[in-house]
């Protein structure tokens, strides 16, 4: 059976702060792909990024990036220097078929 | 704009009714999806489409009945053998069907309250 989870349901941090969130999943499929997701107050969830099984290298994409650890299960997001702006709840989740798996979500509240 | 729509944003309803959300999109997606999400649950798969007249039920399919006679659109009816309908529903949709690289698009959401 497929798995994600998100053991931090929230975390408050102090803007400038940089915070790490926490994403493990289970999967028996050689092939699938990892995915994170921000959701904002207003509730549309917005896609952050996808990572394939094969690709084992860390991303950064600004402020934000990403470490993939096969060995260890693991996709986690780093937000680095946290802005206000980044509260929001995020949601880690993995396919590898016609649907996605999405964990609880970890609710991140960046205080000014 | 390309996007996905949902209407309406707000939706309250009496005990026993059914009530129809609605869902569009201009994407041109072949598949569609619709979530529930609770607080602390995540979201969770009530239908799912990958093509015109043809569906399939997701985790939480009790209750829920949707269609799909038109690619843009999937809308989807919770009925009253929904024991629990008060939530937030949430649509999506990917590009190609069946292709577990493509990320989905989600729009804004209805939040659906039964009194």
């Known amino acids: 059976a497929q798995k994600v989870t998100q053991a931090q349901t929230e975390i408050s941090v102090v803007e400038k702060e940089d915070v790490t969130l926490d994403c493990v999943y289970e999967?028996?499929?050689?092939?699938?792909?990892l995915f994170w997701y921000k959701q904002p107050p207003s509730g549309e969830l917005v896609f952050l990024i996808r990572?394939?099984?094969?690709?084992?290298q860390n991303e950064i994409s600004g402020r934000y990036s990403w470490n993939f650890q096969k060995s260890t299960s693991s996709f986690n997001f780093t937000i680095t220097a946290s802005q206000v702006v980044d509260s929001a709840v995020y949601f880690c989740?993995?396919?590898?078929?016609?649907?996605?798996?999405f964990g609880k979500g970890t609710r991140l509240h960046i205080l000014p | 704009d390309g996007g996905i729509t949902q209407s309406p944003k707000y939706l309250f309803r009496k005990e026993g009714q059914n009530v129809t959300l609605s869902c569009e999109q201009n994407?041109?997606?072949?598949?569609m999806y619709w979530y529930r999400q609770d607080p602390g649950q995540g979201l969770r798969l009530i239908y799912y489409?990958?093509?015109?007249?043809?569906?399939q039920k997701g985790d939480i399919a009790e209750g829920y009945s949707v269609s799909r006679e038109k690619k843009e659109s999937f809308p989807l009816t919770v009925t009253s053998a929904q024991k629990n309908p008060t939530a937030f529903y949430l649509c999506?949709?990917?590009?190609?069907?069946?292709?577990?690289?493509?990320?989905?698009?989600f729009g804004p959401g209805t939040r659906l309250t039964v009194l």
């Open positions: 999506a949709s990917s590009n190609l069907a069946g292709a577990a690289y493509n990320e989905q698009f």
């Open positions: 999967t028996r499929d050689t092939t699938y792909y």
């Open positions: 990572r394939n099984s094969f690709d084992e």
């Open positions: 989740a993995l396919s590898s078929g016609d649907k996605i798996i």
């Open positions: 994407l041109n997606h072949d598949a």
């Open positions: 489409s990958q093509i015109v007249n043809d569906f």
